[in-house]
């Protein structure tokens, strides 16, 4: 019986500020099944035999260096590498065969640097997932990348880029170029439109850095995306450095990750984990050449997980009681009053 003062959550760290939101298929009975058991999954507790959704980490490559963002602090700390696109294929067979739902073609780095990744989302849409998509900082989003993945059958695509003005966006996304950026995007809606495709849906999502707080900071964010974008969201903002604000250290709340009973992780190098906010790999399952992904779901490792959380006592796993997503969820639930 599910202890009813646990408190399992969506991540809330993302806030609609204008459009619909780019998971709306009211016309799709398999999405909305998926979306039904997405939320009421982490809420009952159950996990099913496989999960909903799979983080598959094309490349830990970025091309940038966004002060704020784990792929840039981590450095040498971690190897570096492209998936190959037969572990992909393998991957997308296991979960068509037990009912997976949808993919995101990123975790660490940006998707585009790998030059196979159209091909990655059409073998995912040729094998009847209903959600595919990714995140990209859009600085490789070029008409030839555009129409590929436009050709592919990518259904949602999110967009990151700070403010609108030059001097707000280059201050935060290091080495990326304002002027490029925002032409891609804007092309990308064009052709999308002129193809008389109604996705990608496209997310534009701004981190809300100080500058965001100002007077009239997201209406202006707002009136110079509207016209490109089906959804503009703010995110809230987190330093992704541990460490560099205070934490919940030995700190026991009803609070259960709800990542446990939705999603899981697959690296570039067929790392398996249990959730998309384990940087460093603490929580390391397996890997797909020594397990299937149906295996790491179902393991002894990722059960004591999810005991643990129900039980309260997130804070006793290390990677867990130093991550930002419960830090951020606890004082929200806390409002203030920690």
């Not at 995912?124 to 993945?149: C, H, P, V, W």
């Not at 880029?161 to 201050?171: C, D, L, Q, S, V």
């Not at 990750?257 to 249990?274: A, E, H, N």
């Amino acid at each position: 019986m599910v202890n009813p003062d646990l408190k399992a959550i969506a991540n809330t760290n993302i806030h609609r500020v204008y459009g619909s939101s780019v998971l709306r298929q009211e016309l799709n009975p398999e999405f909305i099944k998926y979306r039904r058991l997405w939320d009421e999954q982490p809420i009952k507790m159950q996990h099913g035999t496989f999960p909903l959704f799979l983080d598959i980490e094309v490349t830990n490559i970025c091309n940038l260096r966004c002060k704020f963002c784990a792929t840039t602090y981590l450095g040498n700390d971690v190897s570096r590498g492209n998936i190959d696109s037969a572990l992909v294929k393998k991957i997308v067979n296991e979960g068509s065969k037990f009912g997976l739902y949808g993919v995101k073609f990123n975790d660490r780095g940006e998707p585009l640097m790998h030059k196979d990744l159209p091909e990655m989302i059409a073998y995912a849409k040729s094998a009847g997932l209903t959600d595919i998509y990714f995140n990209t900082n859009a600085l490789l989003l070029d008409k030839q990348m555009t129409e590929r993945i436009l050709n592919a059958g990518l259904q949602r695509i999110s967009i990151s880029f700070e403010g609108h003005t030059a001097n707000i966006y280059e201050k935060y996304r290091i080495k990326s170029s304002y002027e490029q950026v925002v032409s891609n995007i804007k092309s990308f809606r064009k052709i999308r439109d002129s193809l008389g495709l109604e996705t990608p849906k496209i997310r534009i999502q701004t981190v809300r850095v100080k500058e965001m707080d100002e007077e009239n900071a997201i209406q202006d964010y707002i009136d110079f995306w509207s016209s490109t974008a089906d959804e503009i969201c703010v995110i809230d903002y987190k330093d992704e450095k541990h460490g560099n604000s205070k934490r919940l250290i030995d700190f026991p709340y009803k609070w259960v990750c709800p990542q446990l009973f939705q999603r899981m992780v697959v690296w570039w190098d067929g790392s398996i984990l249990p959730c998309n906010e384990d940087d460093k790999g603490k929580l390391i399952l397996g890997n797909v050449s020594e397990m299937t992904v149906a295996e790491a779901w179902n393991s002894e490792k990722i059960n004591f997980l999810r005991k643990t959380h129900k039980d309260g006592n997130a804070h006793k796993i290390n990677a867990c009681n130093g991550c930002y997503l419960r830090d951020s969820e606890i004082k929200k639930l806390c409002k203030g009053k920690l």
